[in-house]
């Protein structure tokens, strides 16, 4: 079945870059969009952006300047890459799966990240 | 952006209540509509999907309708493991927006 398991750092000091990984198992990365979503502590959803394998991303405006996410189909990987974090970055970061129609069926358990000195 | 309003934002049932949700798009997005239940610690899982198909092992006491800008989540009978909270999430456009969520509380 579909599989997908984020990692990286749990504490980022402010001003710095926040970089996660996502790996996928049991789906093509090539047929897929694959997204990053946050959940601040206590709070709703809030979609960071997907690229596609090709390099079609498509990032939240509110985002955009600061944010990079990365297919890497040799190795069944998403990259996220947020620069300049602060306290309102800190969240449970998850990948996810969308169909391209928007509908985003296969989720990671999620991982959170701590913006803290 | 396509802003999604969720109402109620809380809600208290009994076991096998039926209750519904609301969920409506600041525009137009045809059926371009999604449902999500959230349980505490756990990642979103995708109950119904393009507005009223149910995904593949989600009970059938779940369905959704609707198109445009108004939306519904109903869950008849509701079983001890249907308490949580549920997003709907407009898949029509980028940016993907989700509702503030509705928190379905045991009464």
């Known amino acids: 079945q579909v599989q997908l398991q984020e990692s990286g750092p749990g504490l980022v000091k402010p001003s710095e870059t926040l970089s996660l990984t996502c790996t996928v198992s049991g789906a093509s990365m090539t047929s897929y969009f694959w997204t990053w979503i946050r959940q601040p502590p206590g709070k709703g959803l809030e979609w960071i952006g997907y690229n596609f394998y090709s390099g079609s991303a498509n990032y939240n405006p509110s985002l955009k300047s600061r944010v990079t996410i990365s297919v890497d189909t040799s190795k069944n990987q998403i990259s996220l890459r947020l620069a300049s974090v602060t306290a309102a970055d800190t969240a449970v970061y998850y990948c996810a799966r969308d169909w391209g129609s928007g509908v985003i069926d296969q989720w990671g358990q999620g991982t959170l990240v701590t913006v803290s000195s | 952006d396509i802003q999604m309003t969720q109402s109620p934002s809380s809600l208290s049932a009994s076991v096998g209540d039926s209750v519904t949700i609301t969920c409506r798009a600041s525009?137009?997005?045809?059926?371009?509509l999604n449902w999500f239940q959230q349980r505490p610690g756990r990642a979103p899982k995708l109950l119904i999907y393009?507005?009223?198909n149910l995904q593949s092992g989600v009970p059938s006491r779940f369905s959704g309708g609707g198109s445009g800008t108004d939306f519904t989540l109903t869950i008849s009978s509701l079983q001890p493991e249907d308490f949580a909270t549920y997003y709907c999430?407009?898949?029509?456009?980028?940016?993907?927006?989700f509702g503030q969520g509705t928190k379905l509380e045991i009464k």
């Open positions: 393009a507005a009223s």
């Open positions: 525009e137009t997005i045809s059926k371009n």
């Open positions: 999430q407009q898949g029509f456009s980028v940016p993907r927006t």
